[in-house]
């Protein structure tokens, strides 16, 4: 099973780096990182010392590419065939521990911004939207936790 990960304009390039320690862990092979994403090389294209001290090494391990439109990327992803899932709370969601993968073949997960979450456009171009419940007063998990979660439970790792 081919499995990548999409990153829609995340704002923290600390939660890039750990996304990149976890895509490792898991075994994802090429992250691709959408608008407002920071990258591991910064402007200059030398590699951002502040991103390498969080995914410490991942980002020479996972492959990555930057694509300005993450709308754009879904549509180039859907054409190639993957089944793809969006972590975010929204009506119609399913219980991340219910979604299942099984004969899928190549699975994209997508995690959105930190404060608004995934564009409403890139939502509708997803085969279906996981959602973590929340039980305590908090009406959200950190992005990075959000991904380690489910990408565990939903490969069934």
Known sequence: MKVIAILDNLRSVYNVGSIFRTANAVGIE??????T??????KKGERRKDFA????GAEDTVLWEYV???FECIQKLKKENYYV?????????????KVNV??????????????DGIEKEVLAQSDVIAEIPMIGTKESLNVTIA??????????I
């Open 30 to 35: 090429k992250i691709y990182l959408c608008g």
């Open 37 to 42: 994403t920071p990258t591991p090389l910064d």
């Open 147 to 156: 991904f380690g979660i489910a990408i565990y439970s939903i490969l069934g």
């Open 85 to 97: 899932i969006a972590l975010e709370q929204s009506e119609g969601s399913t219980d991340y521990k």
């Open 102 to 115: 099984e004969g899928k073949g190549e699975i994209a997960f997508i995690v959105g911004n930190e404060v």
């Open 53 to 56: 001290k969080v995914a410490l």
């Open 68 to 70: 300005e439109s993450t």
